[in-house]
């Protein structure tokens, strides 16, 4: 069965500062890849997914991931975080045959300091 | 366009009384979705739609719920009767049938039940 993990609960940083938000996942085949940001009283908004192709991923508000089969890994990455970054982000993979089955991680909390 | 829309927003209820869930998806998609969203659990998936027939419900968590897709552009989630631990954020989704396309959330249905 697919699983995702996402190790930190919870990660603050200074704005201004790189974050990076880490995501391991358990599938036997390729599996579509997704990050989802909620802000507080929030439905999820989709950054960025990964079917197939480059593995360096571009979404919206400046955010990047990268696939890493090697790894089982989806690290979501931004260079410099704004305050309006703070919120839950939530790493998901699917697959062909259940595509809209997603299969979420626990969640990352991003607080942003002054 | 106007995402999906979720009503209500957020509702309080008794024990045992019947809660109903509306969702519009977007315009012209052909899958919806719906999630649960829990402290315990986090985000799961409990049924969802193809061209207004259930494929998959296998994460519908008792005989107390049931959800039903009259025609593309409505979809209910019912819980009867409810309880205290049916507390949560149901969130319902959309997108064009297929692997590959981006699946929208609607901004949730914050449910307590007391």
């Known amino acids: 069965a697919q699983s995702v993990t996402q190790p930190d609960i919870h990660i603050t940083v200074s704005e201004g500062a790189s974050l990076e938000l880490r995501c391991n996942y358990s599938?036997?085949?390729?599996?579509?890849l997704f990050w989802y940001v909620q802000s507080p009283g929030q439905g999820l908004q989709l950054l960025l997914k990964?079917?197939?192709?480059?593995?360096l991923v571009q979404g919206i508000k400046g955010f990047e991931a990268e696939f890493k089969r090697s790894q089982s890994s989806f690290n979501l990455r931004k260079p410099s975080v704004h305050w309006s970054d703070a919120a839950e982000y939530f790493c998901a993979v699917g697959d062909a045959d259940s595509w809209g089955k997603l299969q979420f991680g626990a969640g990352t909390q991003v607080v942003v300091t002054p | 366009d106007a995402g999906v829309i979720q009503s209500p927003r957020h509702e309080v209820t008794e024990m045992g009384q019947e809660v109903t869930l509306r969702c519009k998806p977007i315009s012209g998609h052909n899958s919806l979705f719906w999630y649960r969203q829990t402290m315990m659990r986090g985000l799961e998936l409990l049924i969802y739609?193809?061209?207004?027939?259930?494929?998959?419900d296998s994460g519908m968590p008792e005989d107390r719920f049931s959800a039903k897709m009259p025609n593309a552009s409505f979809s209910t989630l019912k819980i009867q009767p409810s309880e205290p631990r049916d507390s949560a954020v149901y969130f319902c989704?959309?997108?064009?049938?297929?692997?590959?396309?981006?699946?929208?959330f609607g901004e949730g249905s914050w449910l307590t039940v007391v």
């Open positions: 989704a959309s997108s064009f049938r297929g692997a590959g396309n981006t699946i929208y």
């Open positions: 599938y036997g085949a390729t599996p579509y």
């Open positions: 990964y079917f197939s192709g480059d593995t």
């Open positions: 739609f193809n061209n207004n027939v259930p494929i998959d």
